[in-house]
């Protein structure tokens, strides 16, 4: 077991999330668009080449956060501009992130059937 890669997932990975917790702390922007935000910083780090580098580096700490997700789009959107031209970036991001979304999904789904939700008071 390679402990360097656990302890760099651990550390970019808890860096991310201490990052948007000061973001909530110090700011009035909710959780909603700080994860927008995150999302549109990994489109952006990955359109400019950078992310592939953090995610070569941290592995899972990179890929697992929210901002992993905007890197998984935007890295599905360029392969499918690769493969089928201009009309990939319509549904390569999509194509690439479904497993995920999908998952998501269904987990959330289970989750509903054995927890009832209660209004915030």
Known sequence: ????????AFW???SFCAVAQIIIDKTKLTPARI???YVICGVILSGLGIYQYIVDYAGAGATV???G???TLA???ANAVE???IWGALCGGATAASCGISAAIFFGFLASLFFK????E
């Open 1 to 8: 077991m390679d402990y360097i890669q656990l302890f760099n």
């Open 12 to 14: 970019v990975g808890g």
């Open 35 to 37: 994860m927008v935000l």
């Open 65 to 67: 956060p929210i901002i």
């Open 69 to 71: 997700f905007g890197h």
């Open 75 to 77: 890295r599905g959107a």
């Open 83 to 85: 493969e089928k031209g």
């Open 117 to 120: 939700p209660k209004p915030k």
